[in-house]
């Protein structure tokens, strides 16, 4: 334990870090959001590729 009159303080380091969390957040908050819009767009064009290959039931029943 400490005596009374000590106090531990938090190092300057981590008041001068505080500001970086910040932009570093939002950096990994739009590299989340375009990674997430880029694989949707891939899996709509897969399934639109998917379809154009398929046989059509239409003209084999005519």
């Known amino acids: 334990m400490t005596p009374g009159g000590d106090q531990i ?3 300057h380091a981590a ?3 505080i500001p970086a969390i910040v932009p570093a957040l939002v ?3 739009v590299i989340l959001y375009i ?5 949707r767009d891939e ?3 897969r399934e639109i590729i998917e ?3 398929e046989p ?3 003209e084999e029943n005519e």
Request: net charge neutral; aromatic share 4%.
């Open 15 to 17: 008041l001068l870090a």
């Open 9 to 11: 303080l938090a190092h």
């Open 56 to 58: 059509d039931d239409t």
């Open 35 to 39: 990674a997430r819009k880029d694989r």
């Open 43 to 45: 899996r709509e064009e």
């Open 51 to 53: 379809r154009a290959f």
């Open 27 to 29: 950096v990994v908050g």
